[in-house]
T-cell receptor, first 114, second 114 residues
Framework: AQSVTQPDIHITVSEGASLELRCNYS??????LFWYVQSPGQGLQLLLK??????LVQGIKGFEAEFKRSQSSFNLRKPSVHWSDAAEYFC????????????FGTGTQLKVEL | NAGVTQTPKFQVLKTGQSMTLQCAQD?????MSWYRQDPGMGLRLIHY???????DQGEVPNGYNVSRSTTEDFPLRLLSAAPSQTSVYFC?????????????FGPGTRLTVT
């Protein structure tokens, strides 16, 4: 079965600094990969997704992620963090033949210092 | 479009009580699902449906029932609430095809069982 690991539970960055959130997956074939963001008291919103093709994908709010098959990773990046980016971020994986079912990581809580 | 709506936003139950969490979507999505979110555990799939009259179990189905009589609605029933069901519950919906589509999440229901 597939799984997702987000090794960082909490990350604190200064506003204007760059950000990288780590995500590693376990699956034997090419997965479908997603990053979602959850603001306090809200539901989840899709930031970006990878299905195939270009391994660097662009998302909303200035985020990007790179799929690295050799490292089984799909890390999320942003060159300059804004205070409004403080939220919890979830990586998720879907698999061929799995329909729409997603397996989520445990999340990374991002704090932005002004 | 209202998107995915959930009611109630908050609920407190006593052990053994029953209740129904409501979920509705107005996007004509075939796929609907229920997740629970617990600290440090990410989102875990409870039940899902690929269309009216069709439901299936997810990762943590015990203690929950679902039905799908219309495309729009996907209620989640707790027949006899237990403290272990204290959690935040999210409903999500998406189109259905051979690969995972973006899932749209509702704002969540925070349930406390005493």
């Amino acid at each position: 079965a597939q799984s997702v690991t987000q090794p960082d539970i909490h990350i604190t960055v200064s506003e204007g600094a760059s950000l990288e959130l780590r995500c590693n997956y376990s699956y034997g074939a090419t997965p479908y990969l997603f990053w979602y963001v959850q603001s306090p008291g809200q539901g989840l919103q899709l930031l970006l997704k990878y299905f195939s093709g270009d391994t660097l994908v662009q998302g909303i709010k200035g985020f990007e992620a790179e799929f690295k098959r050799s490292q089984s990773s799909f890390n999320l990046r942003k060159p300059s963090v804004h205070w409004s980016d403080a939220a919890e971020y979830f990586c998720a994986v879907g698999v061929t033949g799995g329909g729409n079912k997603l397996t989520f990581g445990t999340g990374t809580q991002l704090k932005v210092e002004l | 479009n209202a998107g995915v709506t959930q009611t109630p936003k908050f609920q407190v139950l006593k052990t053994g009580q029953s209740m129904t969490l409501q979920c509705a979507q107005d996007m004509n999505h075939e796929y609907m699902s229920w997740y629970r979110q617990d600290p440090g555990m990410g989102l875990r799939l409870i039940h899902y449906s690929v269309g009216a009259g069709i439901t299936d179990q997810g990762e943590v189905p015990n203690g929950y029932n679902v039905s799908r009589s219309t495309t729009e609605d996907f209620p989640l029933r707790l027949l006899s609430a237990a403290p272990s069901q204290t959690s935040v519950y999210f409903c999500a919906s998406s189109y259905l095809s051979g690969q995972p589509y973006e899932q749209y999440f509702g704002p969540g229901t925070r349930l406390t069982v005493t």
